[in-house]
């Protein structure tokens, strides 16, 4: 008996990918300046980073790490458990949890990580777990990696998740979403989540990765723009990558959950903590990005002229009021196509094929930062309009 090979058809695979003209393709950026990259030997101006805040090269987040290396070397050594918490780690968590008004925070090393680690840690086999049908990959592994029923619903149809956790009425539930959904950029409904939940005995999970530091008061995230507490929404995870322009994330709650994670998270207990100077950098992006509020109004300014001038030019943009700006072409060669005309006049946008976004939904995932001028973003649009007549961006898929 010969067993098929795991390699190869691992190959195989990736050749239906190619063929498909969905392969996945890996190049390096050589320098970073602002929100300019070059790559290639190529100066290009970006609209495809995270960094919504432009703190990712902050002078201050460079000292903050550099300081805090020379104190304490680069690595932490060890898991939190054994012998890697140090004092910027609990300084930082503590800044978490104050901003997002929660009792305590915990640090994981990735959102995915982060994600994994509270859903094997809070379900059960028998559980049910509800979650919006665009959340993050990390969503829908973390539940079916506890062994959890999974159930998902329309996206930001309320109604839907209502019908879902009706299902199974007697099982301990968790409903989880995306605060702010990372290829549509809308918000999701989370009042009228947090009600349902609240009627429904379930607990509320929101992944806020890309509404921490850009919604809210004080940049303090979707929950907290929406007008909820840790009561309404007991479960928060948003990472520190994004518009903190760090790296790793968080799961903030009350202490309860916190102290539950610290003994059950495997993705918390089995890895080796976040170096130390990463945790003092990151808290220093905390700090500017609870007090600068005029980086948050000038990425609103920002948006505000691309969607306008996108209006003006008929483009087909997704209705995001965030600095995740789509514009839907539905096909993939066309999205390729497209990002590749950019290219040619000197900006840098990604293409997002299926399996990320559904089949008939590839798009331009074009996203903004208070590191861009005015003159940046239409220079955009004008790129946008001078795109070749047969790509479909002058109808909406």
Known sequence: MTRPSLTERLARHSAERAQAGLRRRLRTVDRVDGAWVERDGRRLLAFCSNDYLGLAQHPQLIAALKQAAD???????????????????????????????????????????????????????????????????????????????LKRFPHADVDGAA??????????????????????????????????????????????????????????????????????????????????????????????????????????????????????????????????????????????????GAAQLGLPLMPSPTAIQPLLLGDAQAALDAAEALEQQGLLVTAIRPPTVPQGKARLRITLSAMHTETDVDRLLDALSRLPTGAPLARPV
């Open 163 to 308: 019908r879902q956790l009706d299902s199974r009425s007697d099982a301990a539930a968790l409903l989880a979403t995306d605060g702010v959904f990372s290829m549509d950029g809308d918000i999701a409904p989370l009042a009228a989540l947090a009600q349902l939940c609240q009627r429904e005995g379930a607990t509320f999970m929101v992944d806020d990765a890309h509404g921490l530091g850009v919604l809210g008061a004080q940049g303090a995230g979707s929950v907290v723009d929406s007008g909820l507490s840790q009561d309404e929404v007991p479960v928060l995870m948003a990472t520190l990558g994004k518009a903190l322009g760090c790296s790793g994330a968080f799961v903030a709650g009350s202490t309860a959950l916190i102290d539950g994670l610290v003994q059950s998270a495997r993705t918390y207990i089995y890895t080796t903590a976040m170096p130390p100077a990463l945790a003092a950098a990151t808290l220093a992006a905390v700090r500017l990005a609870q007090t600068e509020d005029w980086r948050r109004d000038q990425l609103n300014q920002r948006i505000a002229r691309f969607r306008q």
């Open 71 to 149: 104190g304490d070397g680069v690595g932490s050594g060890s898991a939190h458990l054994i012998c890697g918490h140090r004092s910027a780690h609990a300084a930082l968590e503590e800044a978490l949890a104050e901003w997002t008004g929660r009792e305590r925070a915990l640090l994981f090393s990735t959102g995915y990580m982060a994600n994994l680690g509270v859903m094997q840690a809070l379900l059960q086999r028998d559980d049910l777990c509800v979650q919006d049908k665009l959340n993050h990959a990390c969503l829908l592994d973390g539940a079916q990696l506890a062994g959890a029923e």
